[in-house]
């Protein structure tokens, strides 16, 4: 992790509010722990859920040691991604060699707002 700067002072995520915002950035790496590139994200708590969930939207900018620019964003269930559970959200390359792929994001917490298993996946027309 780089760094997680949120208005709401409780780091494990276990009292979110309407009223939370956070700013974040992560180096990408591989399992080998080889730096891939480094993520700057944003993320806004929207609205409670049917079921009392807070529902998020976040959006990043990836920028891969490549050349390659991704943006990603979507809507989240806070409470599932605390709780460990996978989310997705949509991916496009904006810039360099991957230009014009389309696809997704995928992460999920290993540590809470310190660390995350991630994948990027992109299609190609």
């Given at each position: ?50 079921e009392?969930n ?5 959006s ?66």
């Open positions: 992790m780089v760094s997680y700067d949120s208005n709401n002072p409780d780091f494990d995520g276990a009292t979110p509010t309407l009223d939370d915002r956070a700013h974040v950035r992560y180096e990408l790496r591989d399992r080998d722990g080889v730096l891939l590139g480094a993520t700057e994200g944003i993320g806004r708590m929207l609205r409670k859920g049917p009392g807070f529902l998020a939207y976040f990043e900018w990836i920028r891969l040691l490549d050349g390659t620019v991704i943006r990603t964003g979507g809507v989240v269930d806070d409470a599932r991604l605390t709780a460990g559970e996978q989310q997705t959200i949509k991916a496009v390359a904006v810039a360099g060699p991957l230009r014009g792929a389309i696809g997704f994001r995928q992460f999920r917490p290993v540590e809470t707002h310190k660390s995350y298993a991630s994948a990027i996946i992109l299609y190609r027309r």
